[in-house]
């Protein structure tokens, strides 16, 4: 398959890149910014992307996917700037879409889970969406525009996707940084979700793409765990006195509303594909493992000391709850 990936600079996005170079597939990748590392420099708010994308990959027979990891960040934007947000998420992202479709381009569009409340009790592809938030709602306008005009668009919902590379950008790497620097992690207070690693999601992707799968579908880990709850076991596997302390959205100083209860039901993507999600302690492991790597690499004497790859007690704890929360 011939991909282009729109966002190809970002967490995902240059996972994404990875994972479908890896299964030998020749990729292309955007990025908001000049191009750089072979990146075509694409501005999805004000450029076409027929004419920005070579002529190699739109005139090619061979099956063509874009895959759509680029957004607003961050989610208060949405609030501060909506016109933006709306011209951006909605009505650019839309035409993207459509100007590919007649290029013989399918696409993947990328969702939140917060396209439901805290109400909804299991959150399946059937369920109904309620969003509370300025971002989800955005969000739900795009997967409603979009599934409207192009159906046979594949749209997947995601959770809070984290990493095992202590070298890239995500939450465990924030996590690991306040840790250095002996400050508070301050998570948001009664927050469950399902923490997924961005590596199954693109792999996710690529399942997706070569399946021809359309329409929309719930993509992440089964595991649901409160956010405290994961800081606490993160902090527990190094040798620190790191403190979490959990406070209100408000209190943080979040602007955009977020559900507390943004876990998913992906029952009918495992039952359709056979995936299996990685299990959330195989993640952490695999993170302190790499932070051992890393520290090696670079013998800096100003990290955190590097924990024993024997499971504590407390990973044993956390391990059981994850197993009870995930039978809920």
């Known amino acids: 398959m011939n991909i282009l990936v729109i966002g190809a600079s970002g967490f995902l996005g240059q996972h994404v890149v990875s994972c479908f170079q890896l299964h030998g597939h020749r990729v292309w990748g955007t990025t908001f910014r000049s191009g750089g590392d072979g990146l075509i420099t694409f501005d999805l708010g004000n450029d076409n992307i027929l004419q920005c994308v070579p002529k190699a990959f739109l005139n090619s027979a061979d099956p063509k996917c874009a895959i759509f990891c680029a957004g607003v960040t961050p989610m208060d934007r949405c609030v501060t ?3 933006y947000a709306h011209d951006l998420m ?8 459509r100007d590919l479709r007649t290029a013989d381009c399918r696409c993947v569009f990328i969702s939140t889970s917060h396209v439901f409340d805290d109400s909804t009790p299991i959150r399946t592809e059937e369920s109904t969406p309620a969003p509370i938030g300025t971002y989800a709602e955005l969000k739900l306008e795009a997967e409603n525009a979009i599934i409207g005009d192009v159906p046979d668009t594949l749209i997947y919902r995601l959770d809070k996707l984290i990493g095992n590379d202590p070298t890239t950008t995500h939450l465990l790497t924030e996590w690991y940084g306040k840790m250095g620097k002996g400050v508070p992690i301050v998570t948001i207070a009664d927050q469950v979700f399902s923490p997924t690693l961005v590596n199954d999601i693109a792999d996710a992707i690529v399942i997706g793409c070569r399946l021809q799968l359309y329409g929309i579908y719930h993509v992440a880990s089964p595991i649901r765990i409160a956010r405290s709850q994961l800081a606490r076991d993160f902090v527990a596997m190094f040798d620190t006195n790191s403190v979490v302390v ?15 209860n943004s876990w998913l039901d992906s029952n009918t993507f495992t039952s359709r594909t056979g995936f299996s999600f990685t299990k959330v302690g ?19 004497k100003t990290q955190p000391s590097f924990p024993s790859t024997t499971p504590q007690p407390e990973r044993q704890t956390y391990e059981s709850t994850c197993h009870a929360q995930k039978n809920l």
């Open 81 to 83: 700037d909506f016109a």
């Open 246 to 260: 959990e406070r209100s959205a408000s209190e943080i100083g979040l602007l955009d509303r977020r559900c507390m």
């Open 90 to 97: 909605v009505t650019k992202t839309l035409r993207t879409i």
């Open 282 to 300: 195989t993640i952490l492991d695999s993170f302190a493992r790499n932070v051992g790597r890393s520290a090696r690499k670079t013998s800096s």
